[in-house]
């Protein structure tokens, strides 16, 4: 990493949508990137995407929102509870950008990106999917499954405090230098003003694992099952360690896909764009602007 998330090598926007005050990061010019966060507590614009803002910027304008109840927008209730209603809720953010853009979505986002691409394809020119399990499998049963809804095993929710914070961060990269003060701060700043929200949220969608899987599915059937549906180029981007679907958990989604491509990072976790930001940039890239 070349700098530290303080320097802030974008610019803070906000735009009504639907009434809500939505902030979003921008940097760049050129072809719009637009990359959606993750659906945990902390998960924000900055979080997921802070680290590749400057190297994805040289090339294209790059957009990172925050959703209803995510980072600096504020969340209502309970409308802006199911995954359905997140996807729907991007849409209009996209509609505001007044033309088609190349979408990527982290994690819960990778279940986002595939919704919008279903739901209004003219929005969508081409898809990444960063080591995304709820886009890519159902959540798994118990015990195993306990881990990614609201229990006390999983997402309990309890109020962050730094130490904790920092304490999460140093497992949940492999390269434990990412966890500076600055990122420390800000994972905490996002977990603090979101923490009440993310509870009701997730007691709400997740408090077991057949509503987890019910607010995950699309049509009747997990997102992933209409993957053969899309005509669009989409690059998986995955890494080898990462926490929650593997490489392996991802083969269903790849060979559901006829324009599909797939690149592997090892010695990263959950967010490997932001362990490895210019070699993730220039994946991205490539693909992007293959023929």
């Not at 993750?38 to 294209?60: F, I, K, L, R, T």
């Not at 990527?104 to 020119?125: D, F, K, M, T």
Request: hydrophobic letters at 35%; a negative charge.
């Amino acid at each position: 990493m070349d700098y530290s998330l303080s320097d802030e090598p974008w610019t803070d926007r906000y735009i009504q949508i639907d009434g809500v005050e939505t902030h979003y990061i921008e940097a760049g010019t050129g072809e719009p990137v637009v990359l959606v966060h993750g659906g945990g507590m902390g998960s924000c614009g900055a979080v997921n995407y802070g680290d590749v803002m400057e190297p994805m910027s040289a090339h294209y304008r790059v957009i990172a929102p925050d959703l209803a109840g995510f980072g600096e927008t504020p969340g209502r209730c309970p409308e802006d509870y199911p995954a359905e209603a997140q996807g729907d809720f991007l849409i209009e953010f996209l509609k505001t950008l007044n033309e088609p853009v190349h979408l990527g979505g982290n994690s819960h986002g990778g279940w986002l990106v595939q919704y919008v691409a279903h739901e209004a394809p003219e929005l969508v020119r081409r898809m990444i999917i960063i080591n995304s399990l709820n886009g890519c499998m159902p959540i798994p049963p118990a015990p195993e499954g306990y881990q990614y809804i609201y229990h006390e095993e999983g997402h309990a929710h309890k109020e962050p405090t730094l130490e904790d914070v920092r304490e999460n961060l140093m497992e949940f990269y492999s390269d434990t230098g990412l966890v500076t003060d600055e990122r420390v701060e800000l994972f905490y700043e996002m977990s603090a003003r979101n923490h009440k929200f993310a509870e009701k949220r997730s007691a709400a969608v997740t408090s077991t694992i057949g509503d987890a899987n019910e607010n995950l599915s699309y049509r009747g059937d997990h997102i992933s099952e209409h993957a053969d549906e899309l005509s669009l180029p989409v690059l998986l981007t995955w890494s080898r360690e990462n926490r929650g679907a593997t490489p392996e958990d991802a083969m269903p989604l790849f060979n559901r896909i006829d324009n599909v491509e797939m690149h592997i990072f090892s010695g990263a976790k959950h967010h490997v764009q932001a362990e490895y930001p210019h070699a993730w940039t220039n994946v991205v890239q490539r693909f992007l602007e293959r023929d």
